[in-house]
């Protein structure tokens, strides 16, 4: 017995000095210590952001605070008009001449960054493409702040990153840290910000990504809490579930949520289509979708801004049933406006937004069903927030977590869950595709795998370029021209990263050579649609 003893500290350094030895052989440490930094300074940035919107508020509104909706019953008709329109000016300038892409970045650029190790976010465009969202939000325009906040807190993450030449899987752990700080910081909520991370921009629960997230979530909350103070996002009333008879109800909530889910995402697909196929100068177009959502938010001050002084009232069940119904369309074509004109913004917010609609409207006819079963309207609307706002992001975990920590409805967890995965499985089964993912196909970056590889590498530009006529007159590329001209034998992928990389929606095609002679035309809207014929067809072949 004397002898083990003895030579137990002997097998104890046998085993843990290799693990030691990899801990310190991974740089963890630093990661470690990265990750507080990035923390900290990730939710710094996240309430300059905030502040930044209320400030740009001032000149239309008066009002720094989110009761935009108070402040804007208080404003005269054309102070409404003239935010969103000075907003647009604003934004269009900025567009233009400062963010090479002719648009802000969001989400989809950090998971773009994640998926192409190679891939750097731009500190300075970060940077100008978070002004450009605070002026949107603070003139007016529909959308959410977590989008610009995620990127304004990857792009930090990034630099740092790329300063300490870290290997590749430790600037995506930072990546994802810089992430869960924003979200902790902009929310706070810290549990769903490292959820987050892990399941939207990871992709994976990997052990030693864990501990820097977590490192980093908490320091942004930590020093959110003590500038904004420790209260939830919303104020949620006093709610209980009446009877277990319910859950068929809280099912069905699922079905409709996700109906609002799938055609929130359409609107948005459908108004970015139609700004891409229009002839308006990119400049011009948030002008344009300022003037548009000014005047609905005339008629209907609810949808303008972030919307969580609506999203409160839908809560406590001060939104009439009518109104409720006229939001969910008013909000969704707002966001579809703001979003295809080129305004920064998210569409987290707006999720919430219209699932606290859908939620509580649908509370409002349960009960007029069944009077004795129902529960109050803002337990059907909290649980109408996770389910639209889980089946549009298809992060469904992350977002059931984020709606406790805004509601600190803890006491709904079965109900929550139940919602959010019916809304999240039959998007899934109606559409396929989050809305972060369809952005990234947008680019022609797939992050899974599957038939769409094939069709990427095998299609060629000559396949949907467009030739000119018989008897036109030769035309040659001119170098100066500020364009990036695509070959006949280039892939459908580079063609739609040509595209997106430089904000081009028609490309020349030049011949194989040195005169630059031009071929053909390939337009944005062509090569997407020859991508969607040529998958359908690869799926039908594969399932007939």
């Known amino acids: 017995m004397l002898d083990v003893l003895r030579a137990m500290p002997a097998r104890i350094r046998q085993w843990v000095t290799p693990n030691i030895r990899a801990y310190l ?22 309430i300059g952001f905030r502040l930044l919107i209320g400030a740009v508020q001032l000149y239309w509104l008066g ?61 300075r465009e970060g940077i100008v493409s978070a002004f450009a969202t605070a002026f949107s939000l603070g003139s007016g325009a529909s959308a959410g702040r977590e989008g610009p906040v995620i990127h304004l807190g990857a792009t930090l993450a990034s630099a740092v990153g790329e300063r300490m030449s870290l290997p590749d899987w430790s600037r995506r752990t930072l990546l994802a840290a810089g992430v ?6 902009s929310f706070n909520a810290p549990i769903a910000g490292v959820l987050f991370a892990h399941e939207v921009i990871l ?5 030693r990504a864990f501990v820097p997230i977590v490192i980093s979530s908490a320091a942004g909350g930590i020093l959110s809490r003590a500038w904004f103070g420790d209260a939830a996002a919303f104020i949620v009333p006093e709610y209980q579930i009446t009877s277990y008879f319910e859950f068929p109800a809280f099912a069905l909530l699922g079905v409709v949520c996700a109906v609002v889910a799938v055609a929130f995402q359409f609107a948005l697909f ?55 119904l006229t939001l969910i369309v008013m909000k969704t074509l707002a966001t579809a406006i703001t979003l295809a004109a080129r305004f920064g913004g998210g569409i987290f917010s707006p999720s919430l937004y219209l699932g606290a609609m859908t939620g509580g409207a649908f509370g409002i006819i349960a009960a007029s069903v069944f009077p004795d079963l129902a529960s109050s309207q803002a337990l059907y609307s909290i649980l109408g927030m996770g389910a639209v706002a889980g089946a549009v992001l298809g992060a469904p975990i992350s977002t059931t977590v984020i709606v406790f920590e805004l509601t600190g409805g803890y006491a709904l967890s079965i109900a929550l869950l139940l919602s959010v995965a019916i809304a999240h499985g039959i998007t899934q089964a109606l559409h396929g595709h989050s809305y972060f993912q369809w952005q990234l196909e947008m680019r022609g970056l797939f992050v899974q795998d599957g038939p769409h590889r094939t069709v990427l590498r095998n299609a060629r530009v000559m396949d949907f370029m467009t030739l000119p006529e018989e008897d036109a007159e030769p035309e040659y590329f001119d170098p100066d021209a500020g364009t990036t001209p695509l070959k006949p034998q280039d892939t459908l992928e580079t063609a739609l990263r040509v ?12 011949a194989e050579g040195k005169d630059g002679r031009i071929i053909g035309w390939a337009e944005q809207v062509q090569a997407l649609g020859h991508f969607n014929r040529r998958l359908i067809a690869a799926s039908e072949e594969e399932h007939r």
């Open 203 to 207: 992709g994976h629960y990997a052990m």
């Open 63 to 123: 009002d720094t605070t989110e009761q935009v909706l108070s402040a804007a019953r208080q404003t005269p008709w054309y102070m409404i008009m003239a935010g969103p329109l000075i907003g647009g000016i604003v934004v269009g300038i900025i567009i233009t001449k400062f963010l090479p892409a002719r648009r802000t970045g969001g989400v989809a650029d950090v998971i773009e960054a994640r998926a192409l190790a190679g891939r750097r976010l731009s500190l």
């Open 499 to 510: 595209f997106d990389t430089g904000g081009h929606t028609r490309l020349p095609v030049v």
């Open 270 to 324: 459908a108004a970015d289509y139609v700004a891409r196929r229009t002839p308006i100068p990119v400049w011009a177009l948030p002008i344009i979708g300022g003037l548009m959502v000014g005047a609905m938010g005339v008629a209907f001050p609810h949808i303008l801004g972030v919307g969580y002084e609506t999203t409160d009232l839908a809560l406590w069940g001060q939104v009439p049933l009518m109104l409720m």
């Open 180 to 185: 869960a700080s924003a979200i902790s910081a």
């Open 25 to 46: 052989e991974n740089r963890q440490p630093m990661i470690w210590l990265l990750s507080l930094v990035i923390g900290l300074s990730v939710a710094l940035a996240a």
